[in-house]
């Protein structure tokens, strides 16, 4: 039977397919009779329906097993999309991916499917493969980018009037929407040095452009530092970094510093991640900002099932900088979750926190400045909308800023489109 075939019988619904014949003969034989007067048609559809999925399966892994994985990757695709929770379907996608070292899609494959109650020897297949993947990898290539029409990007408060030096003065200028081009890309090299070390090299870009070149904000980056890889899924890492950004197209700032990392996998399902930074950073033209700036990152990631998994993060920032009201210390909470329907829509929700205080009083505005920001972000996809790999996605973030000095509330949506692999 023809892919296009298939496809047509397995968009009817998949829930009722992956019932074994066997277990619908018996469901009919031991009904009411009234039960048992459904229409034989219904029943035939049914049956149908399920031969489809059984072709398809038996289709999919000949394609593997023959040795003709791109074969396989399309109806695999199709099969997970129509039923995320079926572990063996999405292992096998994941390992038609591996063989032709699609590392990325491989590894969120796999990494997904260890969300179900998998046999110890399945599980322990997982993590060969996860091994393996880490051990080949040279080269990690991430990109993306996003149209993002905003309510408030240049964050303006909304309130009509401030205090400076205890004299009261009127703001004529509110918010203003504008759309941003939101550009990211981050290139890494990883060549070997020993079984369990490889160097690393990277280069980062994170732009958000606008029609008006005054709201515009790049950011470019470097890093160079080594990679301890070691059993059940632990890697160590550290070295040095540097930065430039830029605000309104002129230099703003550069940093250089240094860098540690450290990742492990708590259990099958969870991992655990951990970044420390330590970085002097210089202003071009604010020479008060100038200073050092301490960061912690930590983030943990569970699937809970193949098709929910959740996410949190926690971080800590302190600032010492020539003027102690440019100085202080931020820390942040963010939750998330991820669900996947049958049918292949995938929907995600992140929520933030930061709280921010500053080290001195604003000789300007007489006050020492503490700010609460928060923030919730919705997005969703479809498997089915997909070119070469990459799944159109939308996010609408909501945000929203409260300061003790008036100037910095701020209030802020986005609505953003753009392309991503992680389906």
Same mark, same amino acid.
């Given at each position: 039977?023809?892919?296009?075939?298939?496809?047509?019988?397995?968009?009817?619904? *998949?829930?009722?397919?992956?019932?074994?014949?066997?277990?619908?003969?018996?469901?009919?034989?031991?009904?009411?009779?009234?039960? &048992?007067?459904?229409? $034989?048609?219904?029943?035939?559809?049914?049956?149908?329906? !399920?031969?489809?999925?059984?072709?398809?399966?038996?289709?999919? &892994? #000949?394609?593997?097993?023959?040795?003709?994985?791109?074969? $396989?990757?399309?109806?695999?695709?199709?099969?997970?999309?129509?039923?995320?929770?079926?572990?063996?379907?999405?292992?096998?996608?994941?390992?038609?991916?591996?063989?032709?070292?699609?590392?990325?899609?491989?590894?969120?494959?796999?990494? !997904?499917?260890?969300?179900?109650? *998998?046999? +110890?020897?399945?599980?322990?297949?997982?993590? !060969?493969?996860?091994?393996?993947?880490?051990?080949?990898?040279?080269?990690?290539?991430?990109?993306?980018?996003?149209?993002?029409?905003?309510?408030?990007?240049?964050?303006?408060?909304? $309130?009509?009037?401030?205090?400076?030096?205890?004299?009261?003065?009127?703001? /004529?200028? !509110?918010?203003?929407?504008?759309?941003?081009?939101?550009?990211?890309?981050?290139?890494? %090299?990883?060549?070997?040095?020993?079984?369990?070390?490889?160097?690393?090299?990277?280069?980062?870009?994170?732009?958000?452009?606008?029609? /008006?070149?005054? *709201?515009?904000?790049?950011?470019?980056?470097?890093?160079?530092?080594?990679?301890?890889?070691?059993?059940?899924?632990?890697?160590?890492?550290?070295?040095?970094?540097?930065?430039?950004?830029?605000?309104?197209?002129?230099?703003?700032?550069?940093?250089?510093?240094? %860098? #540690?990392?450290?990742?492990?996998?708590?259990?099958?399902?969870?991992?655990?991640?951990?970044?420390?930074?330590?970085?002097?950073?210089?202003?071009?033209?604010?020479?008060?900002?100038?200073?050092?700036?301490?960061?912690?990152? *930590? /983030?943990?990631?569970?699937?809970?099932?193949?098709?929910?998994?959740?996410?949190?993060?926690?971080?800590?920032?302190?600032?010492?900088?020539? &003027?102690?009201? +440019?100085? #202080?210390?931020?820390?942040?909470?963010?939750?998330?979750?991820?669900?996947?329907?049958?049918?292949?829509?995938?929907?995600?929700?992140?929520?933030?926190?930061?709280?921010?205080?500053?080290? #001195?009083?604003? /000789?300007?505005?007489?006050?020492?400045?503490?700010?609460?920001?928060?923030?919730?972000?919705?997005?969703?996809?479809?498997?089915?909308?997909?070119?070469?790999? %990459?799944?159109?996605?939308?996010?609408?973030?909501?945000?929203?800023?409260?300061?003790?000095?008036?100037?910095?509330?701020?209030?802020? $949506?986005?609505? &953003?489109?753009?392309?991503?692999?992680?389906?």
């Amino acid at each position: 039977m023809t892919y296009l075939k298939l496809r047509h019988l397995l968009g009817a619904g *998949l829930a009722i397919l992956i019932l074994p014949t066997l277990a619908v003969a018996q469901d009919m034989s031991g009904a009411s009779p009234a039960t &048992s007067q459904a229409p $034989a048609q219904q029943v035939s559809q049914q049956v149908l329906l !399920q031969r489809a999925v059984l072709q398809a399966w038996a289709e999919a &892994s #000949g394609h593997v097993r023959a040795g003709r994985p791109r074969a $396989a990757i399309p109806i695999l695709e199709r099969l997970v999309t129509l039923a995320p929770g079926e572990y063996r379907f999405r292992l096998e996608l994941a390992r038609a991916y591996y063989l032709v070292e699609d590392d990325e899609k491989a590894a969120f494959h796999f990494e !997904q499917s260890l969300g179900a109650d *998998l046999p +110890e020897a399945t599980r322990n297949a997982v993590f !060969q493969h996860q091994a393996r993947i880490r051990a080949r990898k040279r080269w990690e290539a991430q990109f993306s980018f996003s149209i993002a029409p905003e309510a408030n990007p240049a964050r303006r408060t909304d $309130a009509e009037t401030i205090s400076i030096l205890n004299e009261e003065f009127t703001l /004529n200028q !509110q918010a203003e929407a504008a759309t941003a081009l939101h550009v990211t890309g981050r290139l890494t %090299y990883l060549p070997r040095i020993s079984r369990d070390l490889n160097a690393r090299v990277s280069a980062s870009l994170d732009a958000r452009l606008f029609e /008006n070149s005054g *709201l515009n904000d790049i950011r470019a980056g470097g890093e160079i530092g080594l990679v301890v890889n070691a059993d059940g899924g632990r890697a160590a890492g550290f070295g040095l970094t540097a930065s430039r950004r830029w605000i309104s197209s002129a230099a703003y700032s550069q940093s250089f510093g240094v %860098y #540690g990392t450290y990742e492990t996998r708590m259990n099958a399902r969870t991992r655990l991640r951990f970044r420390g930074d330590l970085e002097r950073i210089r202003h071009d033209t604010l020479s008060n900002r100038d200073g050092t700036r301490r960061r912690a990152q *930590l /983030n943990l990631i569970h699937v809970l099932t193949p098709t929910f998994g959740l996410r949190g993060g926690a971080f800590l920032t302190q600032t010492k900088a020539v &003027s102690a009201a +440019e100085s #202080g210390v931020q820390a942040g909470l963010s939750l998330g979750a991820t669900y996947v329907f049958d049918g292949g829509l995938m929907t995600a929700v992140d929520l933030g926190h930061m709280r921010e205080r500053r080290g #001195g009083v604003s /000789n300007l505005f007489q006050t020492t400045r503490s700010d609460r920001t928060t923030s919730i972000t919705v997005g969703m996809l479809h498997r089915e909308f997909e070119f070469t790999g %990459y799944a159109p996605r939308l996010d609408i973030l909501l945000e929203r800023r409260n300061s003790t000095i008036p100037l910095f509330n701020f209030r802020n $949506a986005r609505v &953003s489109v753009g392309l991503t692999r992680s389906f």
